[in-house]
């Protein structure tokens, strides 16, 4: 049985995942992985990519420290190989020729670094950083634009770490260093600091006690997760490198016919706001099969007519804008229910519907429940009646949006500060969101109305999306780990699947097409 999985990193290519119990071809390289402190290998990342591909296909030694590629996974040719292993680099042979036909074998030798810093996730520095999990968590809110490693490396005292604070509150998410989008000022969320206000000080002074500010500095060792093991080693992981090399696609998407489309802005999309940062976040499907863009501080949705590659814009009403209207989510899944899409504005918490047919918007206020609770949505994905789930990343709780009788219900999650994030309404009506602060999974099912959840094994994984495949698993990424989780509901196991680079996984999807589910 196999699995493919499919999804968008913030990091540098598409990606795909899949798992295999067993090779089902012959094998076209091979060889053991090991070191002198570690003969034995197991849970090493062996990648390898042929001279001019665009594809690097990725395999993980097992318990023997043999790695072994899938003769259908390496075409022939010159192949440049690589591994991923905390604490180690490749000292030998880094290429080797693969034939048609026969098994191409490398013993590679790996030597200890001394660039583990260089290494570490962000979730490892999570890992290693001293002190209490409760205010480190704060530093989860800095992973959208770039890692923990400049923060920990710099070497700004509490002052200026207060003025870091303030200065990262005027980029827009869409921001990276070599990218930086300011905020107009004169909206209601010009200053948008990451670090909550009542925690800055405390944060600025314990950050000052962990960089490289003084001599005094707290020295800390650098805790990197242990490799995965079993399981977990029986994976091939394909990644196709992106046309532009800036590309930093936040939301991936697969259609019937198994294109991915991701950030639609390498189509061009027609700027709103020239003024306003650029970029774009949910990315959805209609049941008709064309694509729904959220365009952030451009204000407004868009259409994307997958056939004939056509786009509109649908502003949002002039009256409704300000300098940080941001149209950060969409959902337009159940759109054929009764013809709208769900929209929202980040910057004032205001739940919005288009109408396709009317072509008009319609603002819904805030989401309050009859008690006058209110809650905000980051993902809101649909049920079958076109209901809009509201997953509470400030929170813990999830809400649902009656699309009849615009009736507000509010369920807490059983687990604190679990900042639901986004996810999807399974075919029977069960829907599964990803829990950024709890580290979790959960479960909600509208006809008990009770939530379960289930935490990862691998600490700071932060996931930010899940999805059900046919077969009942669940899939999750992780934004800070570069790690894949999958969950079997009926037996509580979880497997964890490394992956070979950098990333920062934000949504995950399944390809369902054949007679097995393939994720
Ligand atoms: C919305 C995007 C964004 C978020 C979120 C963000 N940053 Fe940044 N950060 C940037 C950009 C853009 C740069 C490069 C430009 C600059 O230095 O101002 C940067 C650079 C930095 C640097 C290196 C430059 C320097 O002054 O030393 C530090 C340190 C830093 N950020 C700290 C943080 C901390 C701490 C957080 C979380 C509280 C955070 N950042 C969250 C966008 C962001």
Known sequence: MRKTLLLSSCGLAALLLSTAAQAETGVALTGKV???????????????????????????????????????????????????????????????????????????????????????????????????????????????????????????????FMQVFARMGTY?????????????????????????????????????????????????????????????????????????KDAQPHDVVMDKDGTVWYKVTDHEIPTLRPEEPKGSLALEFDPKGNLWLAGMYQAGIYKIDTKTKQIIAYPYPKEWLNATTQSSMLSAQHNDVDGKIWTNNQDTHLVYRFDTVSGTYEDLGQAVDKNGTHINGYGMPTDAQNNAYQLNFGGASIGRIDAKTKEVTIWKTPLPFSRPRR?????????????????????????????????????????????????????????????????????????????????????????????????
């Not at 042979?93 to 030597?111: E, H, I």
């Not at 950098?502 to 399944?510: A, D, E, G, K």
Request: proline letters at 8%; charged letters at 25%; glycine letters at 8%.
């Open 172 to 244: 827009s998410p869409g921001s990276t260093p070599t990218h930086p989008q300011p905020l107009l000022p004169g909206g209601n969320n010009s200053d948008r600091s990451p670090m909550p206000k009542p925690i800055q000080e405390k944060m600025a002074a314990y950050l000052a006690s962990v960089n490289l500010s003084n001599a005094e500095s707290v020295e800390f060792p650098l805790k990197p997760f242990p490799r995965l093991t079993g399981r977990s080693t029986r994976v091939v992981i394909t990644e196709y490198d992106l046309p532009r």
């Open 423 to 519: 996810g999807r309404v399974d075919e029977n009506g069960i829907l599964w969101f990803a829990e950024y602060g709890a580290n979790g999974i959960g479960r909600f099912d509208p006809k008990t109305n009770e939530i379960k959840e289930w935490q990862l094994p691998t600490p700071w994984d932060e996931p930010y999306d899940v999805v059900k495949a046919k077969d009942g698993e669940v899939w999750t990424g992780s934004m800070l780990t570069d790690r894949v989780a999958r969950l079997d509901p009926k037996t509580d196991a979880i497997t964890e699947y490394q992956l070979p680079r950098s990333t920062n996984i934000r949504r995950v999807f399944v390809d369902d097409r054949g007679a097995k589910p393939v994720l």
């Open 34 to 160: 090991t070191s002198t402190q570690e003969p034995t290998m197991e849970g090493v990342l062996v990648s390898a990519k042929r001279d001019g591909s665009t594809v690097t296909t990725t395999v993980v030694t097992n318990a023997q420290g043999v790695y072994s590629f899938p003769a259908e996974k390496l075409a022939p040719g010159h192949y440049t190989l690589a591994i991923r292993a905390a604490g180690y680099k490749l000292d030998g042979p880094k290429a080797v020729d693969v034939a048609s036909g026969s098994t191409a074998t490398a013993y590679l030798t790996l030597a200890k670094t001394n660039a583990l810093a260089n290494q570490l996730t962000n979730g490892e520095w999570l890992n290693s950083l001293p002190g209490d999990d409760r205010l480190k968590a704060a530093l989860t809110n800095c992973v959208g634009c770039h890692t923990i490693q400049r923060i920990v490396q710099s070497t700004h005292d509490d002052a200026e």
